[in-house]
């Protein structure tokens, strides 16, 4: 290391801060390297370069550091000095990625156009390579990715400046194209596109772009002339969207300017100067804030400048306004409310001396003509701001500078308010208010909790509300955080408009639902845009919105929820033709020309059609009519904020076509409007309207052959009605006009084959011969398959074969209802035909309405039949009278009528057959019982003085004795004889049946027993009562448990009967009653003993199953043999004894 006295200190030729070993690493001229530790506060010289030192750059990940030497020679170390490779910067060849060729295109052979082949052998003429102003030193730069980087050298030979681009290694990857002018600054994109130098040119100066390939990849101009100052450094920020341009002048002073690229176009956004005491030393962009700018200027002076986007816009609020967009580039401006112009284009230019770096816009001079009321502007020096008042003089096109007052701190943004005061936001989000006549700012009552970029002012129910949107996309009303995730802002004359990161379009109504609902977060349906879109402006009362992309292109929208407000305003206006052309425009639904006020629309048609006037127009208007109110269906979301909505019409397509309709043909020019009454006729979508609309062709066909002209000609008008209906349809119409020149019309402009239509054609004509015209039209109508119609001009066909068809087509059509209001009553076709609809309705088991028809047919037998069949015993019995049934068929039909009524459990109505109509007054009351009907009962017993029985039913128990009895006899029989076999001759012949009776496995196999058919079957067996059946033990458990069951049941009912004797005062008949119970209960409690013995609780507890094991298997076919039958058919219930 050499030892530094004096003036002997070497030039420092760079510096940077390691955060890897959180030390500062200085680079020196002659080729020492110091670091210094910032916690030791030690200094330390890691290494020297012998020859010097002309460049040092660490890369962007601080783990290489490159180094050029004095004899050009390039150095690659780690970060902790260790070195990798050492190779000469001017090695020849193009590097690795040298392109391939194969030979074309090469200068000699490609086309010179007017000069020849001697222009490929001209030689070059010399001129100076380098520039003046060119310092000569080689500079580096690297990718973002820190993989390559990038050299700007003069090459020996050519003296001429070269961009070479080296791997992170040091190896050679790609050589330039030879290009002259250019200049030492150089700067790689950190996105990895582009490499940025400077080049002078005889006639500019240029920023010039490479690939890394080495090739050109466009430019823009610098706004100096050749040799006025030297571009001494190029800088991107860390998200590669600006780029820093600092440069020196001539004059000693330096500037700073900022560029940004949209559209392919670039535009200088920022112009700093600084004067020669305080030149710019040193520039750094900030790593973590894309926009913040570190500046080192001479005079030990240090700035932070922090920048953000914002659109230049003008206020909008008025109807007049142009909605100006102004961006800075030489002054462009944009008008949005005449055109829409792509940037880089502009519809006007201001042409200023001096670059513009912000832009605002007056408010409207509405009070005072000759200037404006207020027109605020900041400044700022250091941390003080200054606010200054600006009127403007047009006699004298001067601006005048009012009152200027100094503010501590620094002023972020500015926005005029309604009542002519400015809301100021100084940094951290603190909000001051200003007036013109005010020596000071006065504190707002509410402030923002951050710095928001973006600070609008609207006017909402007779007050000002303020919004803020801060860089983190956080939206505030009144200092309220309302969204999150807010991108742009945008506030219109009726909505506020914003973008959010879900990449939607949301539209907030300017009141207090609107706010609510933006508070809420329920904006409503938004509407898709591209991803990154940013709003620009929007034209105050209309519907168009500007969209920025994220390429820089411009798109105009018209969003739904304006679309909507503007076209309501139209209408509430009656301003029908502005409404018709914004909802055509833009694809809304035309019904809402009618669905928004639907009584003031009817009342006001004639205006409309005035209006409007274009019968196409109107024709599509109701062409997209539809039964249904969009503003309460499609569009409800959108008229969401209404207190009311109208009132839907009903049958709106009908009212409305037939309103139109009439004010059409009302008009002295209605012959204009066939189309549109042709329209009318269709949407009503019934063959009468059809009919209609193809006679009113027929008129105009008439009236041209009369006056030979018509304004709509009716060849028009019928290719129109076939563009409406499908010309199958049109055609059967015609044909239900029985007008076959109507018929020939329509065939005519369709593309039906004649061999389809002209037999059936010739046919109709030859019955219209006739004086058979019904019967035509029945054809006609069969044939367009409208039965109902066929069927009513048939049967006024006199003759019988005739009629014989016309009850084929009731028969196959099923048209029995329509066929009897066809007939004279009580005449024999209205009794066929009634005899007939009561078979079909006997078809379909519809008995009752059968019985009907056939006595309309008077066939009272089958009425009979189908009134007993639907259980109308009084229509049976009537229908019995009424074929004069003699005393003993009436007695056999009335047992039948009591068994069937019976079986319906009908008790009531079977003890009244059996009283009244067979007089059998003991069995009626006997049926009431059976039906427990006590009080009906009663009744009859005190009218006919008869008393009441006690019959008593014990249980079976003796029989269920008996039967376990026998079966233990035969068990024991079985095991003294279990020595001798089946076919032994001790057998005799009754003993052998006895056993093929009472020992035949019921289960065949095991496998068998266990499908569902022999399930089945084996369950009906069990139920068996069947005296000697191998069954009748199980047969009586189970009917024992039922009857029991059923005893327990009639407890209530018992309890029922008793309270309608003591009403009567039987007392001793309810006493009577209730011991009968209690007696059957406590017999029935000491049967159950009987019943359920323990053997058969054992065998219930054994079988198969899921739950059933090898082991129980086993111990059931030992203890009980294969000859038993499997217990859980019967359920597992009928084998516990009731509690």
């Given at each position: ?183 030492g600054a150089l700067s790689w994109r950190p996105s990895g596109n582009l490499i940025a130098t400077s080049q002078r040119l005889p006639n500019k100066h240029i920023i010039a772009f490479f690939e890394k390939n080495g090739l050109r990849h466009g430019e823009f101009s610098l706004p100096f002339g050749q040799n006025e100052c030297k571009i001494n450094q190029l800088l991107w920020n860390s998200e590669s969207s600006i780029l820093a341009v600092w440069g020196e002048y001539i004059t000693g002073n330096s500037f700073l300017q900022l560029w940004t690229t949209s559209n392919y176009h670039w535009y200088l956004k920022q112009n700093l100067n600084f004067p020669a005491e305080n030149k710019l030393l040193a520039l750094e962009w900030d790593m973590l804030i894309g926009n913040r700018l570190h500046v080192l200027c001479k005079g030990l002076l240090y700035l932070c400048y922090e920048w953000g986007w914002t659109v230049s816009h003008s206020l909008g609020n008025k109807e007049n306004d142009e909605a100006f967009v102004a961006v800075i ?811």
């Amino acid at each position: 290391m050499h030892e530094y006295y004096g003036s002997d200190v070497p030039k420092i030729i760079h510096m940077s801060c390691n955060s890897i070993s959180d030390c500062i690493c200085l680079a020196f001229d002659n080729g020492d390297i110091l670091t210094f530790d910032r916690d030791l506060k030690e200094v330390e010289c890691v290494g020297c370069v012998e020859n010097g030192l002309k460049v040092v750059q660490w890369s962007p990940d601080q783990e290489i550091i490159i180094m050029i030497t004095g004899l050009d020679t390039i150095i690659v170390m780690t970060g902790t000095f260790d070195p990798i490779i050492e190779t000469d910067l001017h090695q020849s060849g193009f590097g690795e990625k040298q392109f391939i060729t194969v030979g074309w295109g090469k200068k000699e052979t490609q086309f010179h156009g007017s000069e020849g082949k001697a222009a490929a052998r001209a030689v070059p003429k010399s001129v100076d390579q380098v520039s003046v102003l060119d310092d000569g030193k080689p500079q580096i730069s690297w990718r973002g990715d820190g993989t390559l980087f990038a050299v700007s050298v003069i090459k020996p030979e050519t003296n001429i400046r070269q961009i070479r681009i080296f791997s992170r290694d040091g190896v050679l990857q790609y050589t330039s194209e030879t290009v002259i002018g250019l200049e030492g600054a150089l700067s790689w994109r950190p996105s990895g596109n582009l490499i940025a130098t400077s080049q002078r040119l005889p006639n500019k100066h240029i920023i010039a772009f490479f690939e890394k390939n080495g090739l050109r990849h466009g430019e823009f101009s610098l706004p100096f002339g050749q040799n006025e100052c030297k571009i001494n450094q190029l800088l991107w920020n860390s998200e590669s969207s600006i780029l820093a341009v600092w440069g020196e002048y001539i004059t000693g002073n330096s500037f700073l300017q900022l560029w940004t690229t949209s559209n392919y176009h670039w535009y200088l956004k920022q112009n700093l100067n600084f004067p020669a005491e305080n030149k710019l030393l040193a520039l750094e962009w900030d790593m973590l804030i894309g926009n913040r700018l570190h500046v080192l200027c001479k005079g030990l002076l240090y700035l932070c400048y922090e920048w953000g986007w914002t659109v230049s816009h003008s206020l909008g609020n008025k109807e007049n306004d142009e909605a100006f967009v102004a961006v800075i580039d030489g002054g462009m401006m944009v008008k949005s409310r005449e055109r829409i112009v792509p940037p880089p284009m502009c519809s006007e230019t201001l042409n200023l001396p001096v670059p513009i770096n912000h832009i605002i816009f007056s408010p409207p001079a509405d009070s005072a003509p000759m200037c404006s009321p207020l027109f605020a502007i900041w400044n700022v020096q250091g941390v003080t701001s200054y606010v200054v008042n600006l009127s403007l003089d047009v006699e004298e096109q001067k601006i005048k500078v009012g009152r200027e007052i100094a503010v501590d701190g620094v002023i972020v943004s500015m926005v005029m308010r309604s009542d002519g005061t400015a809301l100021i936001q100084k940094e951290g989000g603190a909000l001051y208010t200003y007036k013109p006549d005010d020596d000071d700012l006065v504190s707002f009552q509410k402030s923002l909790p951050e710095t928001c970029e973006t600070l609008k002012v609207c006017h909402v129910d007779d007050r000002n509300v303020f919004l803020g949107l801060s860089k983190r996309n956080r939206l505030y009303v009144d200092g309220e955080e309302v969204a999150n995730n807010v991108t742009s802002l945008v506030i219109h004359s009726e909505f506020i408009l914003l973008t959010t990161l879900k990449h939607e379009l949301l539209c907030a109504q300017l009141n207090k639902k609107g706010l609510q609902s933006l508070r809420e977060g329920k904006c409503g349906p938004g509407r898709r845009i591209e991803r990154g879109a940013r709003l620009i402006t929007s034209v105050s009362g209309d519907t168009r919105v500007l969209l920025q992309m994220p390429r820089g292109n411009l798109e105009c929208i018209q969003p739904r929820p304006l679309t909507l407000h503007v076209a309501t305003v139209h209408l509430d206006n009656k301003r029908y033709r502005a409404a018709f052309e914004l909802l055509r425009k833009n694809r809304i639904n035309l019904n809402l020309l009618c669905d928004y006020q639907p009584q003031i629309f009817l009342n006001n048609v004639d205006d409309v059609i005035n209006e409007i006037k274009d019968p196409l127009w109107l024709s599509l208007f109701l062409s997209e009519l539809q039964n249904e109110n969009v503003v309460h269906t499609m569009y409800k979301d959108y008229y969401i904020h209404l207190d009311n909505l109208p009132n839907a019409l009903t049958n709106k397509v009908q009212v409305v076509c037939d309103t139109v309709r009439e004010s059409l043909l009302s008009r002295e020019d209605a012959d204009e409007y066939l189309l549109p009454v042709l329209t009318s006729f269709v949407q009503k979508k019934t063959d009468k309207d059809l009919a209609d609309a193809l006679l009113k062709v027929k008129a105009v066909r008439e009236a041209e052959k009369n006056t030979g002209h018509s304004k709509v000609s009716a060849d028009e008008a019928l290719k129109y009605l076939l563009y409406l209906v499908d010309v199958n349809q049109l055609y059967d119409v015609a044909l239900g006009l029985y007008d076959f020149d109507l018929v020939m019309m329509v065939t005519a402009k369709s593309n039906k084959d004649p061999k389809e239509y002209l037999p059936f054609l010739n046919e109709l004509r030859s019955f219209s011969l006739f004086p058979e015209i019904e019967y035509l039209s029945s054809y006609v109508y069969k044939h367009l398959k409208r039965y109902k119609s066929a069927l009513t001009h048939i049967a006024l066909c006199p003759e019988e074969e005739k009629f014989g068809e016309c009850l084929k087509l009731v028969k196959s059509h099923k048209l029995y209802s329509q066929a009897l209001g066809l007939f004279p009553k009580r005449s024999s076709r209205y009794f066929e035909i009634a005899s007939l609809y009561g078979d079909y309705l006997i078809e379909n088991r519809q008995y009752h309405e059968a019985g009907i028809m056939y006595t309309r047919a008077e066939k009272h037998q089958k009425a009979l039949t189908a009134y007993l069949q639907a259980g109308d015993w009084r229509e049976t019995l009537f229908a019995a009278r009424q074929l004069q049934y003699k005393e003993n068929r009436l007695h056999e039909l009335c047992q039948d009528i009591v068994s069937r009524l019976k079986s319906r459990h009908r008790y009531m109505e079977a003890a009244e057959v059996l009283n009244v109509h067979m007089g059998d007054i003991e069995e009626s009351i006997s049926v009431m019982v059976q039906g427990k009907l006590w009080n009906e009962t009663l009744c009859n017993l005190l009218h006919n003085s008869l008393t009441i029985q006690e019959p008593f039913t014990s249980l079976p128990r003796t029989e269920l004795s008996t039967v376990r009895t026998i079966k233990g006899e035969r068990t024991l029989l079985e095991e003294k004889e279990g020595d001798i076999l089946e076919d032994c001759d001790l057998y005799s012949d009754t003993s052998r049946k006895y056993n093929e009776l009472n020992f035949v496995n019921p289960n065949g196999t095991l496998r068998s027993s266990r499908s569902s058919k022999n399930k089945r079957k084996q369950e009906r067996k069990m139920l068996s009562l069947k005296e000697g059946s191998p069954y009748e033990e199980y047969a009586l458990v189970r009917e024992l448990h039922q009857l029991i069951t059923n005893a327990y049941n009639t407890t209530d009912e018992v309890v029922g009967l008793c309270r309608v004797l003591l009403k009567f005062e039987k007392d001793k008949e309810a006493a009577d009653l209730q011991k009968i119970l209690s007696s059957m209960l406590r017999n029935m409690d000491s049967a159950k003993q009987e019943i359920w013995i323990t053997d058969l609780m054992q065998q219930s507890q054994i079988g198969y199953g899921p739950d059933a094991t090898v082991n129980s298997i086993t111990a059931r076919l030992q203890t009980n043999g294969p000859s038993n039958p499997d217990l859980s058919l019967l359920g597992s219930h009928v084998w516990l004894p009731l509690e």
